[in-house]
């Protein structure tokens, strides 16, 4: 089982990007997924989540802002991110609780860069 991200790069402030995380393997079901975050310097932190029923959470920073979803035909999940700013820079990663055969994992992508700069 893996996770796939992809979708990161180089944005002006205000601008918008769309990040997608797609899991691949001997999958049953997949519970929360999820995107992380973690600048240089600070810890990872929680940006959005999404259960399997399509019910969101996300960080104060980005409300109103990002917007998670998924595609549980796919085993995608999407983060829409708008009105970025230049401290939404860091490192992304996707997360899944995943139940595979034998075994139930909490899943980690590679992780993608995201840079808001002019």
């Known amino acids: 089982v893996q996770l796939q991200a992809s979708g990161g790069g180089l944005v002006q402030p205000g601008g918008s990007l769309r990040l997608s995380c797609a899991a691949s393997?001997?999958?049953?079901?997949?519970?929360?997924m999820g995107w992380y975050r973690q600048a240089p310097g600070k810890q990872r932190e929680l940006v959005a989540s999404?259960?399997?029923?399509?019910?969101?959470s996300y960080a104060d920073s980005v409300k109103g802002r990002f917007t998670i979803s998924r595609d549980n035909t796919q085993n995608v999940v999407y983060l829409q991110m708008n009105s970025l700013k230049p401290e939404d820079t860091a490192v992304y990663y996707c997360?899944?609780?995943?139940?595979?055969?034998?075994?139930?994992?909490?899943?980690w992508g590679q992780g993608t860069q995201v840079t808001v700069s002019s």
């Open positions: 997360n899944a609780n995943i139940w595979t055969v034998g075994s139930y994992r909490d899943q």
């Open positions: 393997g001997s999958i049953i079901a997949i519970n929360t």
């Open positions: 999404i259960t399997s029923v399509a019910s969101t």
